[in-house]
T-cell receptor, first 114, second 118 residues
């Protein structure tokens, strides 16, 4: 089983649509969770951190369910500029020299069309 | 603006040559930097952890003699791909954390280096 699993998609949605991405992780001791977006042939950029209570940033809402080891990202009112690959990212643990290690999902491709 | 700078952004080299990639933290000190690699249509995979003033820590399956890492200062880490072969062609990305943002702060990534070995 992969450490972080995502539905690779692709998701093709019209502008204005709401789209949700799911992610599961295998390490129950994981401490931190993030969503990154990666545009074609570019480096990943942080979209948002994911907190236990759930959090929202404009059109983006992230949820975390530790019991189910499940993370989600909801995008409302999709824009053309939202087209990218969305990476679910997990930090396995909090301490020691591994604090910077991140485990990436394979990414979910989103295409928003006019 | 970018907080981690990586250079070069693209390099094409012949098989058997060595390539050096630089990673700099721009406005913070990074005692630890991380080198990732991404093959087409695959996830980013951690290659090694670069430690300022000490040896790098390599992930399983990554050859330390092939991928030389030097972290000589608090703002610079270099990755040298020695005797490069076509199978080393990939997207190499460095990253670092600004600890001033807290213990759970996310990683900041450099803009990546696309290496093509012919």
């Amino acid at each position: 089983r992969k450490e972080v699993e995502q539905d690779p998609g692709p998701f093709n949605v019209p502008e204005g649509a709401t789209v949700a991405f799911n992610c599961t992780y295998s390490n129950s001791a994981s401490q931190s969770f993030f969503w990154y977006r990666q545009d074609c042939r570019k480096e990943p950029k942080l979209l948002m951190s994911v907190y236990s209570s759930g959090n929202e940033d404009g059109r983006f809402t992230a949820q975390l369910n530790r019991a189910s080891q499940y993370i989600s990202l909801l995008i409302r009112d999709s824009k053309l500029s939202d087209s990218a690959t969305y990476l679910c990212v997990v930090r396995p643990d909090a301490g020691g020299t591994s604090y910077g290690k991140l485990t990436f999902g394979q990414g979910t491709i989103l295409t928003v069309h006019p | 603006g970018a907080v981690v700078s990586q250079h070069p952004s693209r390099v094409i080299c012949k098989s058997g040559t060595s390539v050096k990639i630089e990673c700099r933290s721009l406005d913070f000190q990074a005692t630890t930097m991380f080198w990732y690699r991404q093959f087409p249509k695959q996830s980013l995979m951690l290659m090694a952890t670069s430690n300022e003033g000490s040896k790098a820590t390599y992930e399983q399956g990554v050859e330390k003699d092939k991928f030389l890492i030097n972290h000589a200062s608090l703002t610079l880490s270099t990755l040298t791909v020695t005797s490069a072969h076509p199978e080393d062609s990939s997207f190499y990305i460095c990253s670092a954390r600004d600890l001033r943002q807290g213990t759970n702060s996310p990683l900041h990534f450099g803009n990546g280096t696309r290496l093509t070995v012919t």
